[in-house]
């Protein structure tokens, strides 16, 4: 069985992420969607609520399974019996710092590649940190997120 590993922040997830995971999913038997929870950092999202929101959000995809974790993504991915990793790029910068994790990850795992998805056109804008910011001041995110998220992002800064 073919199985990748999209890991990411997913803080919270966007439609450019699930262009990825869509397109994805196609390329692989089982495609899972490893959730970041990163102690170092302060998420606008607990893991917990991330993981249900793309799991609602992948509901149709029968052969993607979303699960948080921390640690290495290469121990990860080999938990998972995963041989690759999938990552999208919006754009050239993005390029150099996921070409020099890809090639750590391989030097540790050499199991495990890395593929890069482009991300569509419509979404190469899109990133989290957008999405939170204009959240954050009560802005119409209908166009970045999926409706499963919108509220939720809404809520978050209601409080």
Do not use: C, W
Request: proline content about 3%; charged content about 25%.
């Amino acid at each position: 069985m073919r199985v990748g590993v999209y890991p990411g922040s997913f803080d919270p997830v966007t439609l450019g992420h699930l262009d990825v995971i869509l397109r994805s999913s196609k390329l692989v038997d089982q495609l899972v969607i490893g959730v970041l929870n990163n102690s170092a950092k302060k998420p606008l999202f607990s893991a917990e609520e991330r993981v249900d929101m793309i799991k609602e959000a992948t509901k149709d995809l029968t052969n993607v399974v979303v699960e948080a974790f921390d640690g290495l993504l290469v121990d990860f991915a080999d938990l998972k019996g995963a041989h690759v990793i999938i990552r999208g790029l919006r754009a050239i910068t993005d390029f150099e710092y996921e070409l020099q994790i890809a090639q750590t990850n391989h030097k540790v795992n050499p199991k495990v590649d890395t593929l890069f998805l482009t991300t569509s056109v419509e979404y190469s804008y899109v990133s989290s940190s957008v999405v939170r910011e204009i959240g954050m001041y009560g802005g119409d995110i209908t166009s970045f997120v999926p409706q499963n998220v919108v509220e939720r992002v809404h809520d978050k800064f209601r409080k």
